[in-house]
């Protein structure tokens, strides 16, 4: 359950000091203090990031990159801070490599869409894993429908792991881009998508990340992975809604045409032609999400200071506990074995529909989720209607995942 791009050993962090930072895990729900292992759906927020929200409104909101006034000058260079401090987290090699999305399904949309308008003619494919979030399948789907291409599929074993053998043959000349993801919402699978791109690239192909689910396990290098593209939200990493990040290799940017047009994404504007400003507001048309990139750079910051070594190694023992802990469970089988497994935990228990013992749980103060995790694809392949998936940041606790266990058993008896 550890990836292969592991970074030097981190230690374990002082979880109940961090937990006091995060109000809402201080609240109950049906009187019960509130465990919530939903992580991978979105993360609760530190205080200085609900902070960063409210001071921006409170103090100095305005539209930023177009006014000579103090307040817009002020929200500018925090919105553009921002991009720095995002830049440095992943190692960007260019500030302007970093472009604010609305969250990661907008960042592969505007891929599938300004890719697949300048490269994707009939015949062409798009290859994708059959363990994608429905944000990495439908986008493609649509523009290879548009373009008369067609979608190629990485199969998977029941362990929940590629079949990495089928990759070369796959990597046929029709293939021009790799979409993949990094870490599986549902099964908690860590793809090897270094080993990915480098196949890939031997044969010439761009690589599309999809890093919803490792951006706030794993340490990201952009440069290490050598990924064209690498997309991720706000709101799985601690920060708000409504923000995400699509960073880019600048050459790739550069060829790619615009995703929408508007405010901010020209240089000039006439009715007989309209030039396109530089990077990164070539595709950020439009007002942004100024709260919310602010909020996301206090994120960012927040991720340094604990230091995501030391959130894998916590969260590394935490989920290793959690797997014990719940094979104790009499007819529990897990769904989605994979060697290299990371922060979600899917599961079933015997025949019981994961929606019950969901709403069981939940009666009990205990959130996860429960269906098909926008994985339809997945469920298909094992032949089931949905997991129960309980998916832990590094605030969870082994108290929770007693809690957790002595629920489930307790749910069991109920409906049993
Ligand atoms: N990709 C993966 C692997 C995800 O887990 C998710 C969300 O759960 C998404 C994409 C979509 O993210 P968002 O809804 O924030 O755009």
Redesign the pocket.
Known sequence: MRDNLTVAAGTLLDVQKLRAEFPILQTTVYGKPLVYLDN??TTQKPQRVIDAITGYYSEYNSNVHRGVHYLSQKATAAHEESRHKVAAFINAPHVHEVIFTR????GINIIASSFGRKFLKEGDSILISAIE?H??IVPWQMICEDRGANLKVIPVNNKGELIMDSLDDLLDETVKLVAV?YV??TLGTVNPVKEIIERAHQKSIPVLV?A??AVQHIQLDVQELDADFVVF?G??MYGPTGI?VLYGKEAWLNELPPYQGGGDMIKSVSFKKTTYNELPLKFEAGTPSIAETIALGVAVDYLQEIGIANIQETEHQLYAYAVDALKTIDGLRFIGEAKNRAASISFLINDIHPFDLGEILDKQGIAVRTGHH?TEPIMQHFNIPGTVRASIAFYNTQEEIDQLVAGIKRAVTMLS
Not at 103 to 106: E, F, I, K, L, S
């Open positions: 991978a759906a969250g990661t399904t907008d979030h944000s990495n993801t599986s919402n999809d919803a689910q939200s709101h799985k995400g926008c």
